[in-house]
């Protein structure tokens, strides 16, 4: 039989935006309450708002380095930078990250269910129906992703501008004050961990950046598609610490799920959080699928693989086997930690270091041919 | 063209029956150009046994030999199926004249054996319809869809007159599809009433029809209608291709075409639409769908089909906007009813406590408390007695029907609930339920969501709300990737532009709708002027 | 068949899933719901802990059938346990009721105060906190008697006691404000912020004229480190509510023996206990003129600042109020005749909240309710890190400076008060 050829497959500029938007927020919004918060205090906010800015810029940047090459993909960026062998084997360890990265949130979204909702479940039904779903949609491609972010993408921004509006009433600004208490270290701690996210979303733009339609259009595209994302980040960040103080905040697993509790309509409608946590999970699949969609072809083009759909199947499988076998939730905060600072961090400064390498490089070749 | 004088032996009986239903001796495919042709006798008495033997002798074949002509008489044969072609019809415009040919002013030629054919075909038959056919085969087959043959001694070609007149029902109220305000007119199983319905509403030369005949022993006739300069043309070339790769052996309604074109026919989303009503079906052609009309049914079908179609109704564009909104509304929210309160339900009182209210809380589990089974087996209990009831009511003729469904709904509803079989919220929820099916326009939709509902009440009862947020997510995901002739079938949801959120979830005023949906009608898309509706009076402009 | 794998595959796995067994499912009949939960101390140290389950059977809204009001034994079981923890106490439940326990709609918990004063409150917050079935609005109180005695009484207008209670709560602070509604959340809040201590509300038992026994709330009570130190009273409890900005509405009654008070001078304050059912002044067998107030908008700021180098707290409250009810020939129709009042609506309002702020420093440990600790934080880093550790002492004589301003703008549909024509 032959070995089939992917089909060309074109997302539009809008639909770039809402995607590298759903990305970039995924489920962030569970865990960057705890992470900042302990790192930063009653000033993780501020380390957020200061954070959101020089994000936006040096993702705009990166991006705009990204697409200088285009119709070439990742790994076909780091082989003309690198060279064929190197930009592979440099390559190959962002597509495995990116596959550790949807195993964690797997696990993620099963401790959610289990801590809020269903405690006696065990966490590999969990973990199963997110993979089979998130696998099934990175199976079909980044057009039927696209398509699926652009229904969930706006729920899931509404249901957590409800949170945010749930908490409002409680809100007390004297948990932020006073400003910089213990000084300038902590908030700078908080502001760090907060460059990781846009690390993921440079590493899942550049796995599909073949598939953009207008190129042209596309790092704006993305800063204007992760702008409701950094927003609503930081609105419920604030939110949290302003109705649950913020040694509360840091005491608390998802504080996330707390504020969810929090909603009632009226004095007969409550624990909407049965309603919230399901919303959630629409967004763990997306960034799962897309992170799987983008390992399996980074993975696939570091093995020359011209279709990277078969892969997609074994890879889900192994990802799930291996979040099973983290057997103690602290453990996988602690593995995503380690992702973000080893992997994604240098993700987000790669772009400004292949795209010159490529330039002088093909700049090389260029002389070479015509002195030569 | 070979003209072979002979005897019409076996083989060639075998070969006139084998090409008289459209397949060739091997029986696979359409006809192929190398099939034999079978020659038509020179002799009227040859053509007559050859065509009684094929068909098996048959009560409703007409035959009527005569001769005509005065000096040398000519012998003629004509023949007809009795109940396809009007026979009164058949006497006065071909008979007649014939039996008349010395009379009229064919004066200058006489009428010999030679000359026989032609004038019948140029000056004595005063039909509209007439061919001149050389293969038995073929003739045969024409004459079993209509026509009237006409043999005449000596020639070996005959003629086919007229055309078909079947017996057909009455152009009537549609009987699914009912609106208070717009037209009522429905197809009927004829083609020609059909095409003719369409012909009327779209008076332009740019509707287009294309006729394949599918089946191979129905014969029936299909056809592909669309606006030349509206619809796209890839997709007219792929239905017509899709259409024409049928091989099967009878077309008895448009549902069987339906699943043989479909893009995925094991997904329980129909991709193909399907209506009754004209001023619908040429709606939908001014959007730049393509349209196909079968033979024989009265559901016309329509592609490619989007989700959003099958919530619309055409009542929707002849009522007020204003209207219109809360309508759709309440049929969005009606099928989610219809959908998804069984599973919720069995979710929030099984897994899910904390989400009902208190004092509400305390009435369901009073009315639990002297229920045997858990609730997701009283849902499937219910849902299935009242589909049951539903099924038989359909069955049943006339107001017996609607009697049968009213009472034992309402009284099996009582009935369970006194004996403390089900709770009697359940029952309430059922209802609920099933009123939500009816409100969901398009059949199709209204049956897939019940179909839906089953997996989702069983994901909710081992699950509770993942196991709904997980199917739901499968059927979305399941939505992404469906394709209808090549059309995202969530055209209009995804992606969510200014143009199509007109006509979605409501309806914007008819001045406001100035562009026809992106998909179907890409190079084509202003549907009205800028300028239609209202505009202000310029400055200095007298009103 | 794209996408359809993604279904079979659901399918079959969670049908799979089914047959392995659903682990969250509880059925309706399975379960006890919990509404109301009492804690006290077993002779031997023990949480004892008591619960209220409501008979479902007993309180079906179907046609009125069920009794609704006329004595909680017989809609609801309340029934007890003891344990180590709280949580070991109700784990023990399942041998006597065969249900297991759903918390989801506890909407009060009473805590008696030999619990509180040796720190048990601790283990419960604790509890509450990681139970993911809990809400943080549900509200605990204090009682000095038993709570199963509490838990035994009558639910008045609701069909049980919990609901009852909550109303109760949550209703309080639109006529009254006697009570002080504690919930989980705010408890939390409180333990968070350095030198906050945590208040909760008091419950208490009254007889009632048909033979029942009604739970009624009123005062507070006031914990360091979880510790039990003191209570306040009905209007204790209203000053701190006030000094808080949680008041929605409050009648105040103003006794004017002394005749209306001119700028600067104090008036007499009287209290306004509502256990009192009848309003009889202890000592005169003539009424004493009084003007009932309600206040409509309340509105109190907190600030700190520096007098000498040491952190002062300075209250300032803008009260609106309307008149209600008046038995003294005040002359509310003429210019100043409502504005005649403020004074004496300022200075009931003051006593308030000094006898709440004086309450609080006269403890053996001072207890900062008010959250004076946060504004001087706030402001004064420098200050707040120097009397830190030892702010509870600082508390005790910290200066406290309370200026209201009152403003009574409307007096019903009536202007003059009536005075029978001689």
Redesign the interface.
Same mark, same amino acid.
């Given at each position: 039989m032959k070995r089939s050829r992917r089909p060309i497959e074109r997302i539009s500029t809008a639909q770039l935006a809402i995607l590298s938007g759903a990305v970039g927020l995924g489920t962030v919004f569970l865990p960057i309450t705890s992470i900042i918060t302990r790192l930063a205090g009653a000033d993780s906010t501020l380390a957020l708002l200061a954070a959101g800015p020089f994000i936006a810029v040096l993702g705009r940047l990166a991006h705009a380095a990204q697409f200088k090459f285009p119709r070439k993909s990742l790994v076909a960026q780091f082989e003309l930078a690198f060279g064929r062998i190197i930009g592979r084997a440099l390559a190959l360890p962002l597509g495995l990250a990116l596959i550790a990265f949807a195993a964690g949130l797997e696990r993620q979204i099963a401790d959610v269910y289990i801590i809020a909702l269903m405690p006696k479940t065990p966490p590999w039904v969990f973990a199963v129906a997110i993979a089979g779903l998130a696998g099934a949609l990175a199976y079909e491609g980044v057009e039927a992703l696209a398509r699926y972010v652009t229904i969930t993408h706006p729920l899931v921004l509404a249901v957590l501008v409800i949170l945010v509006a749930a908490a409002a009433p409680l809100f007390n600004w004297h948990h932020f004050l006073p400003l910089f208490e213990h000084g300038i270290g902590p908030a700078f701690k908080g502001f760090a961990r907060a460059l990781p996210f846009a690390g993921e979303v440079v590493l899942f733009v550049w796995a599909i950046l073949p598939n953009v339609n207008q190129p042209r259009g596309g790092p704006r595209a993305v800063t204007v598609g992760s702008i409701p994302t950094i927003a609503i980040l930081i609105a419920l960040n604030a939110a949290t610490i302003g109705a649950l103080s913020a040694p509360e905040t840091a005491r608390l697993f998802y504080a996330t799920i707390d504020l969810a509790k929090l909603i009632q309509i009226g004095d007969y409608l409550r624990g909407l959080e049965a309603i919230i946590i399901p919303v959630f999970t629409a967004a763990s699949v997306t960034k799962t699928a897309a992170f799987l969609l983008a390992g399996s072809r980074i993975i696939g083009d570091c093995f020359g693989l011209p279709d990277a759909r078969p892969t997609v199947a074994p890879i889900a499988l192994a990802a799930t086997a291996g979040t099973l076998a983290l057997t103690k939730a602290t453990t996988m905060v602690r593995f995503i930690d380690f992702l973000d600072w080893y992997f994604m961090l240098p993700a987000l400064f790669l772009p400004f270091i292949v795209w010159p390498l490529a330039l002088l490089r093909s700049k090389r070749a260029a002389r070479r041919t015509v002195g030569g | 063209m070979y003209k072979r004088k002979r005897k019409h032996g076996p083989q060639a009986m075998r070969d006139i029956g084998a090409v008289a239903s459209g397949a060739s001796a091997v029986g696979q495919g359409p006809p192929r150009p190398d099939e034999p042709r079978v020659a038509i006798a020179a002799e009227v008495g040859a053509n007559r046994d050859a065509i009684i033997n094929v068909l098996g002798n048959p009560p409703d074949l007409a035959l009527r030999e005569f001769s005509f002509g005065i000096d040398q008489p000519v012998h003629c044969l004509v023949a007809y199926i009795d109940g396809l072609t009007d026979p009164v019809a058949v006497a006065d415009h071909l008979i007649e004249p014939l039996m008349m040919a010395p009379r009229l002013a064919v004066r200058d030629t006489a009428v010999t054996r030679s000359n026989a054919m032609d004038m019948i075909s140029e000056r004595l038959a005063s039909v509209w319809h007439l061919l001149v056919e050389t293969d038995l085969g073929k003739a045969v087959k024409a004459m079993l869809e209509g026509v009237c043959l006409v043999f005449v001694d000596g020639c070996d070609r005959c003629l086919e007159v007229g055309r078909k007149e079947p017996p057909k029902r009455q152009i009537t109220t549609t009987e699914t599809e009912q609106v208070i305000r717009g037209p009522r007119e429905g197809f009927t199983e004829t083609l020609r009433d059909c095409t003719g319905l369409v012909r009327k509403r779209l008076a332009t030369p740019a509707l287009r029809f294309e006729t394949l005949s599918i089946g191979r022993l129905s014969n029936t006739a299909v056809s592909i209608v669309w606006l030349q300069g509206v619809a796209n043309d890839k997709i007219v070339a792929e239905v017509r291709r899709r259409l024409q790769r049928i091989d099967i052996d009878g077309i008895m309604d448009g549902a069987y075409i339906e699943e043989l074109i479909e893009d995925q026919p094991y997904s329980p989303f129909s991709t193909v639409y399907h209506t009754e009503r004209p001023d619908a079906f040429c709606a939908h052609l001014l959007e730049g769908r393509v349209g196909i009309l079968v033979d024989g049914s009265s559901q016309a079908l329509v592609v490619p089909a989007t989700m959003v179609m099958f919530f619309q109704t055409s009542e929707d564009y002849y009522t007020r906007f204003h209207l219109t909104i809360l309508i759709r509304f309440i049929r969005l929210m009606a099928s989610f009813n219809s959908l998804l309160l069984p599973p919720v339900y069995i979710a929030a009182t099984t897994f899910h406590h904390n989400l009902i209210p208190t004092a509400f809380l305390l009435s369901i589990a009073a009315g639990r408390e002297s229920v045997p089974f858990p609730a997701v087996v009283e849902a499937l209990f219910m849902v299935f007695t009242f589909e049951a009831v539903r099924e038989a009511g359909i069955r049943l003729p006339g107001i017996i029907g609607q009697t049968v469904s009213i009472v034992g709904a309402l009284v099996i509803g009582q009935a369970v609930v006194s004996a403390g079989v089900v709770s009697p919220i359940m029952v309430i929820i059922i209802a609920l339920t099933e009123v939500g099916s009816f409100a969901v326009p398009a059949y199709d939709m209204a049956a897939t969501l019940r179909l839906l509902r089953y997996p989702l009440m069983l994901l909710a009862a081992t699950l509770g709300m993942f196991g709904i947020a997980v199917g739901l997510l499968a059927l979305l995901i399941h939505l992404c990737c469906l394709r209808s002739f090549g059309v995202p079938y969530l055209s209009g949801l995804t992606p969510l532009t200014a143009r199509s959120a007109k006509d979605i979830f409501i309806r914007a005023p008819w001045p406001q709708m100035k562009f026809r949906p992106r998909p179907t009608a890409q190079k084509h898309a202003e549907r009205q002027s800028q300028r239609s509706g209202p505009q202000r009076p310029k400055r200095g402009e007298r009103t | 068949?794209?996408? &359809?794998?993604?279904?079979a &595959? &659901?399918?079959i796995?969670?049908?799979c899933?089914?047959l392995a067994g659903?682990? @969250?499912? #509880? +059925? &309706?009949?399975n379960?006890a %719901?919990v %509404?109301t939960m009492g804690i006290s101390r077993a002779p031997n140290g023990d949480f004892l802990v008591g619960l209220q389950i409501?008979i *479902?059977?007993k309180?079906?809204? #179907?046609g009125g059938g069920?009794a609704k009001g006329g004595g909680a034994e017989q809609n609801s079981l309340v029934r007890t346990t003891q344990g180590p923890t709280v949580d070991g106490a109700l784990r023990k439940l399942g041998a006597v009721l065969g249900r297991s326990l759903?918390f989801?709609?506890c909407d009060v918990i009473i805590v008696k105060d030999d619990v509180a004063k040796d720190g048990g409150l601790a283990s419960l917050l604790d509890f509450i906190?990681r139970f993911?079935?809990f #809400?943080?609005?549900t509200i605990i109180l204090v009682s000095s008697r038993d709570p199963v005695e509490i838990l035994l009484s009558s639910p008045e207008l609701e069909?049980t006691l919990g +609901?009852n209670l909550a109303k109760t709560v949550q209703e309080a602070i639109h006529d009254s404000s006697v009570c002080y509604i504690s919930t989980v959340?705010e408890i939390? +809040?409180r333990?968070?912020?350095l030198g906050a201590h945590v208040v909760l509300g008091r419950v208490d038992l009254v007889n009632d004229p048909d033979g029942n026994r009604t739970s009624i709330v009123e005062g507070a009570a006031v914990f360091e480190r979880n510790r039990l130190v003191g209570f306040l009273d009905g209007d204790e409890t209203r000053g701190l509510n006030i000094i808080l900005n949680h008041i929605r509405g409050s009648a105040l009654s103003l006794d004017l023996t002394a005749g209306l008070p001119a700028d600067g001078e104090a008036g007499p304050t009287p209290g306004y206990h509502a256990g009192e059912r009848d309003n009889k002044s202890p000592d005169a067998a003539v009424p004493r003129p009084t003007v009932s107030v309600f206040i409509t908008r309340f509105n109190s700021k907190t600030a700190a600042r520096l007098e000498g180098g040491q952190p002062v707290i300075d209250v300032k409250i803008n009260v609106t109020g309307q008149v209600t009810e008046a038995s003294y020939a005040v002359p509310l129709q003429s210019p100043g005749g409502l504005s005649a009042l403020n004074g004496a609506l300022a200075k009931r309002v003051e006593g308030l909240c000094r006898a709440a702020i004086a309450k609080t420093q006269s403890f053996p440990v001072g207890c900062d309710v008010f %959250?004076f600790s +946060?504004?001087i934080? @706030?402001?004064f *880093?420098a200050v707040w890190a120097a009397i830190s550790d030892r702010w509870d002492e600082y508390y005790k004589t910290l200066k406290v400076n309370v200026i209201v301003n009152a403003n009574i703008i409307e007096s019903g549909m009536a202007c003059d008060p009536i005075s029978p024509h001689r």
């Open positions: - | - | 068949m794209r996408g &359809l794998r993604a279904v &595959l &659901l399918i796995v969670f049908t899933a089914g659903c682990w @969250d499912r #509880r +059925e &309706l009949n379960i %719901f %509404f409501p *479902p059977r309180l079906a809204g #179907r069920g759903s989801g709609h906190s993911w079935e #809400r943080r609005q069909t +609901e959340r939390l +809040e333990q968070s912020i %959250f +946060e504004a934080h @706030d402001r *880093p």
